[in-house]
């Protein structure tokens, strides 16, 4: 069982937006800023979407956007596009006594 | 262009030891901490090891720890993970992945990964 609770699946159609969330505790998404999002395509590798709760790297484009609200954190994609069908992860530190990563169990977006 | 590219992966009896390189470039890799992290088939990810970029601090997921051990030489542009003690649940594709800045996280880029199955 993953540390942290996200829905196995959402959808959307194309130029909907869709809000995948991921549940934690005040042990981890609640107590730090340290929340991610990864995009996964099947058999590829993980690629960072949103770091430090809603912040994008360079290249993701402005359509992924984070948020979190206690212990709930939220990417929200908007604008959906076929290449946005793909696994995600949340993912956050979780380190109050010692280090400790802790991912969900992903979400399967499909574009409808 | 960053690339880290894993090696060693493979078939292990239960109990048995193997040793995963990861090879790291484009980048100075002595200036990030570096990770394991690990994805059981057709399941999600479960973070495995991160060592600092000098190998002063080194931290273990306890699913692994006393089993595994995190190691990287920094001459060789190089990222290790010996296995030991492995048991079923092991098996997994294991990815190699950067810090994406000079903090421990979040981690990006990562490898293609190596995949590691553990069988009798």
């Known amino acids: 069982q993953s540390a942290l609770t996200q829905p196995p699946s959402a959808s959307g159609s194309p130029g909907q937006s869709v809000t995948i969330s991921c549940t934690g505790t005040?042990?981890?998404?609640?107590?730090?800023?340290?929340v991610s999002w990864y995009q996964q395509h099947p058999g590829k590798a993980p690629k960072l979407m949103i770091y430090?709760?809603?912040k994008r790297p360079s290249g993701v484009p402005d359509r992924f956007s984070g948020s979190k609200s206690g212990n709930t954190a939220s990417l929200t994609v908007s604008g959906l596009q076929a290449e946005d069908e793909a696994d995600y992860y949340c993912?956050?530190?979780?380190?109050?006594?010692?280090?400790?990563?802790?991912f969900g169990g992903g979400t399967k977006l499909t574009v409808l | 262009e960053v690339q880290l590219v894993e090696s060693g992966g493979g078939l292990v009896k239960p109990g048995g030891s193997l040793r995963l390189s990861c090879a790291a470039s484009?980048?100075?890799?002595?200036?990030?901490?570096m990770n394991w992290v690990r994805q059981a088939p057709g399941k999600g990810l479960e973070w495995v090891s991160s060592?600092?970029?000098?190998?002063?601090?080194?931290y273990y997921a306890d699913s692994v720890k006393g089993r595994f051990t995190i190691s990287r030489d920094n001459a060789k542009n190089s990222l290790y993970l010996q296995m030991n003690s492995l048991r079923a649940e092991d098996t997994a594709v294991y990815y190699c992945?950067?810090?994406?800045?000079?903090?421990?996280?979040?981690?990006?880029?990562w490898g293609q990964g190596t995949l590691v199955t553990v069988s009798s």
């Open positions: 993912s956050s530190y979780a380190g109050s006594n010692n280090f400790d990563v802790v």
């Open positions: 005040s042990s981890d998404v609640g107590g730090y800023n340290y």
């Open positions: 484009g980048f100075t890799f002595s200036s990030y901490s």
């Open positions: 430090e709760v809603s």
């Open positions: 060592i600092s970029s000098s190998s002063s601090y080194i």
């Open positions: 992945a950067r810090a994406y800045s000079s903090s421990w996280f979040p981690f990006d880029p």
